[in-house]
């Protein structure tokens, strides 16, 4: 009886681990899950890179910042740049303009992309994973 227990506890354990292995490997990061990007969040990778390349290739800014994939003061200042854009054109009048990209500076950076990394034509983007978004 002993061992049924024993064998039965480490069956659970071992199927637990495994959904939580599962459960965080298979599904994709959805925009409304991407971590914030900036100086105090997510500084260098995929989700920098992103905001670096559609703050240059958006349509209507021009961000002229590198995409070297590393947070620092230029990127910072293009998407403070953008999202005065935003406020003063009247496109997003509330949103804050604090060089930190949370979901409506990531809204507005996947929507008016214009080469196929963010948001265009019904489908998502490269971008789209790692850009925080309410899409």
């Known amino acids: 009886m002993k061992i ?3 064998l039965a506890t480490a069956a659970v354990t071992i199927g637990m681990a495994m959904t939580a292995v599962i459960g965080t ?3 994709a990061d959805a925009s409304p899950r991407a ?3 900036g ?3 997510a ?3 995929s989700g920098v890179w992103c905001v670096q390349h559609l703050l240059n ?4 800014y021009y961000g002229g910042v590198s995409e070297d994939s590393y947070w620092g003061p ?3 200042a293009a998407v403070k740049g953008f999202q005065n854009y935003l406020k003063q054109s009247g496109r997003s009048p509330r949103i804050a303009v604090d060089g930190i990209v949370g979901q409506d500076t990531g809204w507005w950076l996947l929507y008016l992309n214009k ?3 963010g948001y265009g034509n019904g489908s998502n983007g490269y971008c789209w994973n790692y850009v925080p978004s309410s899409f």
């Open 25 to 27: 490997t298979t599904a």
């Open 35 to 37: 971590p914030y990007v």
């Open 39 to 41: 100086y105090g969040y």
């Open 57 to 60: 290739h958006n349509g209507e």
């Open 74 to 76: 230029k990127t910072e």
């Open 43 to 45: 500084e260098y990778g």
């Open 115 to 117: 080469d196929g990394y």
């Open 4 to 6: 049924a227990r024993k």
